[in-house]
């Protein structure tokens, strides 16, 4: 076994990068600059800080942001899409719904293909899948003609009932081939073998959006890591929280669009597990955004659609939730009230105290003033901070509304902190969970900033922040294993459904998973197949998923799934109907590829000597301005145990501690926070 | 003393008790649309929750449908009275109501209403509203051509069906059994229920975090902040009368087009909307009860100067609604009120014109105007079972200063409502869809362009099929605004063997296999002199063939040549004549 495991994450400033040496069982981690117009450059610089003899390396894994980014510029492949004829405008219609129920003034966002680029074929499937209008070959030598004409990068084919015959699909595909070998062709039946044809286009065509500049930048950052001697294969991150070849990727580059933040959760899920904590609330926040995700009995709370951009994706991703309030977040009055957010600074010009121009008082100039972060050490000392900015936008407001300018600083924190609780709590609410049984995970520069106020609104005891919060989705991203979900829309009342036939579309699911986890050299023993079904009360729409105990479909696994499902209902939603009769609407399945992983470091040992201190700053706690100490963690062992109101500073963020708050060191350096009475 | 300084509670915990409230609603919502039975609620989200205090003012709303912006109060006080009084309330109780003279709605739309105590204190109420499928109206679903509400379906006074905590069996099985879909209704109902106790369970959490007396104080300060962003934004539009009307069609019964005028007054602080003048209450289904209109008023306020805090017991104290007794927008017994949106979708975008002239960066053109409800029902041959398919449809919206109004979106009634994918409507009724898709040339000119409507064209895969349309605002299709032009008007055929026949309302039409029902939605209204539209991005709007070339030269007077380039000496010559 070779000696390195490497893990590197792009983020908008910063690359990081953490290397696991397997000899001393250490982590080392580093950070380069972003190189933007260029990405794999940053990731080699990066690197080369670290090791510089990448034949060492035995696993590399890579979040990768240059699909996402690709996405948000709207710097995607210029791009045609064959549609089933009559139904030219499903793409631009969409759901056709205004989720902005009061404004008058709504649009959708701009498409990524302008109608002109959409061609219809005449061709039409049924319902059932049987054949309702056949495809002919003339009308597909006019459609060579007209991609012909103008240069398109890709082309994505989305047929009616394609999810349940894909025939006319690879025709078409078959055809182009042979046509306009160059063209990158995605079929949709290939990306989502699932019913509802706007969603299944949205995913394709951002998949072929985003498809030529991942593989060039793959092939780029390949080639790169190749000269400088890596011998194995480069890994991604996915979306689903497991990860997969680059080779893979290219096939699939809209599992690439959340590689970063889930890094996280995963990362989370390892942290939380050396302390026995199961269930875990994870909540990523930098300088101006705020994710949060979930972790249940030890696994990724996955969904099996999310949207980004406005545009539906109907892949799993784990359910990553960007949350109106952050750091970013402005303040202001209205009617005589104080109000926080929803409208954000952004990064530029960002917070007052950033000295970039901002003239809106934010969250991080409330932080500023409260001394609850330094203005020489925020994010890892990237930036310094502007202290009597901060003070002149906060004033501003405390003027307006009678109150001091130490009270309106931490009165907007406190309605920050408030408000992400209420945001937390709701999403919970929606899933059928109760945060108080769950520990908080807060990582990323300014999550451990706001976690113990948030744990406190929510009622949680145990709040977790990770060793390397600062290069956490690097650290997260070694943790994993390769993971490929596939479906079947399959629509039965659960009592008559036909289990060989069942049995049939898992057998299909487990044919094509095993040959993509074949691909990525994972031997047979170490796949491992789950299944599971998307069951409702017949005339509902949503989907409850729950899975099967077996592989293969048997009588009695009917009445086990609907028992599940009663229970699952309940769960979620505090009432099920036992009478009622249960159908099935997709069969899914997860592959597991099991792979060597990284150790979680190396066991720290108790302390030599006791916590000192580094210093005593004077910080606001309740209104009232007490000198506290500030710990470096960096001084912090197993043994130590301390107790709030207290700082702790660490390279990349600050650790706030209010007074009821106990702080260990776990075996790995992570900090445990315990809430007292 | 001004509102201002009237403020008792500390700013920072009114605001966070103000969010905790909201985000109360928001799980009550959240539980409600996921747990609910008919596609109405969860898909269209025909629902609406909110939690009040002892005095039924509004401390948190969350709303599927602008509609039913502020009326769930009105539904509590009347219960209040029915009942005798607050001190008939105890904790565990769970009224329901529907009646359309009450609640102002149509009989579909039930309100579930739960007192919230704490400490054997009343508190408040957390109340739910949801549309039911079907309630037993003379048709499934609803009906088209009622005359009178006892054709509608079962109307309930605000009636008991928990008894301190325990379910009134009997009167539980009495309403639902009036339903075709007894089981969806149970679900439904008890799907309102479980969101009444969140809301219950939330705010005796916000009470138990921070003392009754505290809450109360936060709960006046909200309210007082509400009432000055409403002053405050009444006062900055000039004083003045600002009139409009415009017609439905007809009631769906009798021929006669149906008038509803509007007289917005704004002197001041306050605003006065004066109804005086809208068609007395009708034979056909276009009527409502006064707390729906007074309801439709506020949403037309919050579109165009509301703040986007959400609403509360504090705001419209300076706005004030007359209608004059037994109009269409206040009716009585027997008038039917199945279609009750239809003219308060119209009274809603008048208000919008009529004050347009005065805000013109928050105005747009007219939209398509209704919901164009398509309803196809009859037995399904595949499975031996019966089938009712009831879908609104999407259409364009009007142009505004800074852009061209959306296509294919859905009307202003119906919210967040999602159209039903081809695969799933294929998949669940024997229909088919030979095309879906924009209705070109059909946005109203202007310099931002109407947002166009769209065709859906349905096969019947039934012997035995029947259809029931409604659809509207022919005579007053989506209007232009500062010289922009009407959107197209809405037009609906059905093609049987080789007749083809037009028609825009209709009820219980027999179809057989093979027929062919066309529905057409309009456009909306264009924004502005349509000559003053960039040639250019007429040119972009031909290449997309949202508009041919014919709308190019005589709308919008631009000359494209022959390989599609702007003729730019020609042009100017169309608009110059």
New interface residues.
């Given amino acids: 076994m070779s000696r390195y495991h490497l893990g590197v994450d792009i983020g908008g400033t910063f690359t990081d990068v953490v290397l696991l040496d397997n000899e001393t069982g250490r982590y080392t981690t580093a950070k380069s600059p972003s190189t933007p117009n260029n990405l794999s450059n940053g990731v080699i610089n990066g690197i080369k800080k670290l090791v510089t003899d990448l034949s060492e390396v035995d696993f590399f894994v890579h979040g990768t942001t240059a699909g996402i980014n690709a996405l948000l510029e709207r710097k995607g492949a210029k791009m045609a899409l064959v549609v089933t004829k ?5 793409y ?2 969409g ?5 902005e ?8 966002p701009e498409k990524l293909i ?3 680029h959409i061609i219809e074929v005449e061709e039409r499937m ?2 059932d899948g049987s054949v ?1 209008n056949p495809l002919r070959k003339n009308d597909l030598e006019q459609l060579v003609e007209s991609l012909e004409n103008q240069d398109f990068d890709s082309v994505s084919i989305c047929l ?2 394609a ?1 349940k015959n894909p025939d006319h699909e690879k025709m078409i595909k078959e055809y182009l081939q042979e046509r306009l070998p160059t063209m990158s062709i995605s079929l949709s039946h290939e990306m989502v073998r699932e ?5 299944r286009i949205s995913t394709t065509v951002i998949n072929a959006y985003v498809a030529p500049i991942i593989e060039d930048y793959l092939e780029k950052l390949e080639k790169e890591a190749e000269l400088n001697g890596l011998r194995s294969n480069l890994h991604i991150m996915q979306s689903n929280g497991g990860v997969m070849t680059a080779e893979v990727a290219k096939e699939i580059p809209v599992q690439t669009l959340m590689s970063g933040p889930v890094g996280g959760t995963i990362g989370s899920i390892e942290v939380g597990q050396n302390s026995d904590h199961q269930n875990l609330i994870c909540v990523d926040m930098g300088g101006t955004s705020f994710d949060v995700s979930l972790a249940v009995d030890g696994e990724p709370d996955v969904t099996a659609e999310a949207e980004l951009e406005k545009f539906p994706i109907m892949t799993p991703m784990v359910d990553i939730h960007t949350i109106g309030a952050g750091g970013g977040s402005t303040a202001w009055v ?7 957010g929803p409208e954000s600074a952004g990064s530029d010009p960002g917070p007052a105290c950033y000295g970039k121009g901002g003239n809106r008082a934010t969250v991080t100039d409330a932080n500023l003033i409260l001394g609850r972060i330094d203005s020489e050490s925020f994010l890892g000392g990237d930036m310094s901070l502007d202290v009597d900015a901060a003070y002149k936008v906060i004033e501003d407001i405390a003027n307006k ?1 009678g ?1 001091s300018i130490v ?1 309106t600083a ?2 907007v924190c ?2 920050a902190n ?2 992400m609780a ?2 937390i ?2 999403l919970t ?2 899933k059928g969970i109760d945060p108080r049984d769950f520990a908080l995970v807060a990582f990323g520069g300014a999550g451990p900033l706001h976690a113990m106020f948030i744990a406190e609104h929510l009622g949680i005891n145990k709040v977790k922040i990770p060793a390397i919060a600062g290069t956490f989705s690097a650290w997260g991203m070694l943790q994993t294993d390769i993971r490929h979900d596939d479906v079947r829309t399959y ?1 039965s009342v659960l009592d008559e459904s036909d289990v060989t036939e069942m049995n049939g579309l898992y057998e299909e699911m487990k044919i094509s998973t095993k040959e993509i986890l074949s691909q990525q050299k994972i031997q047979e023993e170490d796949m491992l197949f789950q299944c599971l079904a998307d069951l409702r ?1 017949a ?4 989907t409850v998923t729950v899975p099967l105990y077996t592989t293969i479909v048997e009588e009695k696994s009917l009445e086990e799934l609907k028992e599940s499902f009663h229970d699952k209902h309940f769960n ?4 099920n ?1 036992r009478d ?1 009769i249960v159908e099935i609407v997709n069969l899914r399945l997860i592959a597991t590829g099991y792979i060597d992983k990284a150790k979680q470091g190396k066991n720290l040992g108790a302390a030599e000597k006791e916590a000192f201190p580094i210093q005593t700053k004077p910080v606001i706690w309740e209104n009232k301005r007490k000198n506290t100490t500030v710990y470096s963690i960096d001084d912090l062992f197993p043994s130590h145990k301390i107790t709030g109101p207290t700082i702790i500073e660490t390279p990349s963020s600050t650790i706030v501690v209010p007074e009821n708050f106990v702080v260990e060191v776990d075996n790995f350096g992570n900090l445990e926070l315990t809430r007292g009475e | 003393m001004s ?2 300084q009237n ?1 008792k509670e ?3 915990t ?3 008790i ?3 409230l ?2 109360a609603a ?2 009550m919502n ?2 409600l649309a ?2 609910s ?3 109405i609620i ?2 269209m989200k025909d629902c609406s929750v909110g939690i009040f205090n002892e005095n039924a003012e509004l401390l948190g709303q969350s ?4 509609f039913f912006l502020g009326n769930l109060d009105e539904c509590i006080n009347l219960t209040t009275n029915y009942i005798g009084g607050k001190d008939k309330y105890s904790p565990g109780d769970v009224y329901l109501l529907n009646d359309s003279y009450l609640a102002g709605a149509h009989l579909n739309d039930m309100t579930v209403i739960s007192p919230i105590f704490y400490q054997e204190e009343l508190v408040g109420f957390s109340a739910t509203r949801a549309h039911w499928l079907d309630v037993g109206a003379k048709d499934p679903g609803s009906p088209t051509d009622a005359t009178e509400i006892y054709q509608e379906g079962i109307r309930i006074p605000p009636t008991k069906i928990y008894s301190k905590g325990e379910p009134v069996k009997d009167v539980i099985d009495l309403i639902t059994m009036n339903s075709r ?1 007894q ?2 209704a149970l ?1 439904d109902l ?2 309102q229920i ?1 969101a009444c ?2 809301g219950e369970r939330r705010f005796n959490e916000v009470i138990n975090n921070y003392g009754l007396e505290k809450v109360r104080r936060a709960v006046d ?2 309210f ?6 409403d002053r ?1 934004n009444i006062a900055s539009i000039p004083d003045g009368i600002y009139e409009e009307e415009g017609y439905l069609d007809n009631d769906g019964v009798t021929n006669d087009p149906v008038r509803v005028k509007v007289k917005v007054i704004v002197e001041r602080e306050n605003i006065n909307i004066d109804l005086t003048g809208t068609s007395l209450q009708r034979t056909g289904m276009t009527n409502c009860g006064k707390a729906q209109t007074i309801s439709a008023c506020r ?1 037309a306020f ?3 100067i ?2 986007e ?1 959400p609403v509360t017991g504090g705001n419209f104290k300076t706005m004030k609604v007359f209608v004059p007794e037994r109009t269409i927008m206040s009716a009585e017994e027997p008038a039917a009120c199945g279609w009750y949106f239809t003219p308060l979708g119209l009274l809603i975008d008048l208000v ?1 014109k009529a004050l347009s002239p005065v805000l013109k960066d928050q ?2 053109a007219a ?1 398509y105007g209704d919901s164009m409800v398509i309803t196809l029902y009859g037995s399904d041959n595949r499975e031996d079972t019966s089938f009712l398919y009831v879908e609104p449809t ?1 259409g364009g ?2 142009g ?1 200063a ?2 061209d109004g ?5 009307n ?1 009634a ?6 039903m ?4 409507l ?2 669940k009724y024997p229909l ?7 209705r070109n040339n059909s946005g109203g000119p202007g310099k931002s362009r109407g947002g166009l409507g ?1 065709i859906r ?1 349905y096969e019947i895969c039934s012997d035995d099929a029947s259809l029931t349309l409604w659809f509207e605002r022919s005579i007053t299709p989506a209007w232009g605004l500062f010289e922009g032009q009407s959107g197209s008007p809405p037009n609906v055929t059905v093609q049987k063997n080789d007749s083809v026949e037009s028609m825009l309302k209709v009820s219980g039409k027999s179809l057989e296999s093979g027929d062919i029902v066309k529905v057409e939605t309009g456009g909306g209204g264009g924004f502005g002199p349509p000559f003053h539209r960039t040639p250019e991005l007429v040119r972009e709007d031909v ?4 508009i041919d070339t014919n709308d190019a030269l005589n709308e919008y007077g631009v000359v494209l040549t022959e390989d599609w380039e702007i003729d730019y000496e020609e042009t100017l010559n169309q608009r110059n004549k």
């Fill in positions: 009559g139904f030219k405008d499903l631009e219609i759901r056709a719904n205004r989720p129920i009061y404004n008058i003034q709504y649009r959708q302008s109608r002109r049924s319902a309702d009616i009932h999810y019913w509802r044809e706007y969603e209205e009617g005589g009230g104080l109000r926080v509304l109150l009270e931490e009165g406190d309605i408030a408000k209420d945001a709590r709701t609410v929606s629509v009360y005339g509902q729409e949503y979620i939603y505090g009432h109907n009622g | 509102l201002e403020l500390n700013p920072i009114t605001e966070i103000r969010n905790a909201i985000s928001e799980e959240e539980s996921r747990s039975y008919s596609p969860y898909e709303s599927g449908l602008p879909f089981g969806s679900g008890n799907a479980a106790r969140t300060d909200i007082k902040q509400s009432e000055i962003i405050d949403v919050k579109h165009l509301g703040s805090s919008i105005s747009a939209h999407a919206w009007g505004f800074k852009d959306q296509s294919g979106l859905i202003n119906n919210g967040d409502f999602k159209n994918p081809v695969e799933v294929e998949g088919k869809l030979k095309h879906y898709g924009l769209v064209e290449l997309d063939g949202y």
